[in-house]
């Protein structure tokens, strides 16, 4: 004969909790989840391979820049002063 | 170093698998074996974790779902399982059918949930149960849901080593073998505890001692 405990487990066995509404969309939620816990612990390593092609991309900008540019002035003093007419580069040069 | 790769560049991964380019979870027909599905995690596929959470997502939900008071605290505690699961695959030996190494870590958390909720509740003194089981035919007269809200009621009140056990020999239907194994408990503390705990259940539902049909099962 079974006794009270007993009987007890088996009605409340006999409901299976409903989880449906959990399950519904659960994978896309959990990877979600992944992706942002993930995203927040990045390693230095690997921001550092993520970051190749946009140096990558710098330096070609730069080296096509300098190769088409004629005039490889560096400094910008001297490519103000190449634009200005000989009075007006004496009056900068002497701070009046 | 592979792995690592794999894992840094998932596209690698599928590169190397022939299948980039077409990265759905539906790739996986139920014709895969878990233990391929865990290599393929292993070497950085995403694709195929999410099938296996599509396989497991409704044992574990059901399981976990006797330890949580809300939907939203099921949702957190599965995936929390879930992201223990992808942590630590590189740890499955493949000894063990992977649904059962699984079910470990889900019973494992579902512990920790219980333990870290008791301790929340520090010394708030916990109210008197306002009914009491005086026999078979008090919990007859229940209906299942009223059944089951009683037992979930009296299983908060339970230590929870005892409400884990319960829970998983009573109502999930593990024998005592089985639930040594999700535990990590010996098969014989299993069943002292699996004893203890009824007898506290029974104390605090009021039931009165019935037959010598009590103990060890």
Redesign the interface.
């Known amino acids: 004969?079974?006794?009270?405990?007993d009987?007890?487990?088996d009605?409340?066995?006999?409901?299976?909790?409903d989880?449906s509404?959990?399950?519904f969309g659960?994978?896309t939620?959990?990877?979600a989840?992944?992706r942002s816990?993930r995203e927040r612990n990045v390693p230095v390593f690997?921001w550092m391979?993520r970051l190749v092609p946009v140096f990558t991309a710098i330096t070609i900008s730069l080296g096509t820049w300098y190769y088409y540019v004629p005039d490889n002035t560096v400094d910008f003093g001297t490519a103000v002063i190449a634009q200005m007419s000989d009075p007006v580069a004496a009056i900068y040069m002497n701070g009046e | 170093m592979k792995e690592k790769i794999a894992g840094t560049f998932p596209v690698l991964a599928r590169i190397r698998l022939g299948r980039y380019g077409n990265p759905k979870m539906g790739d996986y027909s139920e014709g895969v074996a878990d233990e391929r599905l865990v290599e393929l995690v292993r070497e950085g596929d995403e694709d195929a974790f999410s099938a296996l959470v599509h396989r497991y997502k409704r044992k574990v939900l059901l399981t976990a779902s006797r330890f949580v008071v809300d939907s939203y605290e099921l949702d957190d505690v599965a995936q929390e399982i879930f992201i223990k699961v992808y942590k630590n695959i590189d740890s499955y030996r493949g000894d063990a059918p992977f649904g059962h190494w699984l079910m470990r870590i889900a019973v494992r958390t579902c512990y920790d949930l219980l333990r870290s909720r008791r301790r929340e509740k520090g010394n708030v003194p916990i109210e008197e149960m306002d009914f009491a089981l005086s026999g078979p035919a008090v919990v007859d007269s229940l209906s299942a849901l009223q059944a089951k809200d009683l037992l979930d009621k009296a299983l908060a009140r339970l230590k929870p080593e005892e409400r884990l056990i319960l829970t998983l020999i009573e109502l999930e239907g593990f024998t005592s073998k089985e639930a040594a194994g999700l535990t990590g408990w010996s098969e014989a503390n299993v069943k002292v505890r699996s004893y203890r705990a009824r007898q506290a259940l029974k104390k605090l539902l009021g039931v009165k001692e019935e037959g010598k049909n009590e103990g060890y099962s």
Not at chain 1, 1 to 5: E, P, Q, Y
Not at chain 1, 11 to 17: F, G, L, T, V, Y
Request: a neutral charge; aromatic letters at 10%; charged letters at 40%.
């Open positions: 004969m079974k006794d009270t405990l009987i007890l487990f009605k409340a066995r006999s409901m299976e909790p989880v509404r959990t399950e659960f994978e939620r959990l990877m989840r992944m816990e690997e391979w």
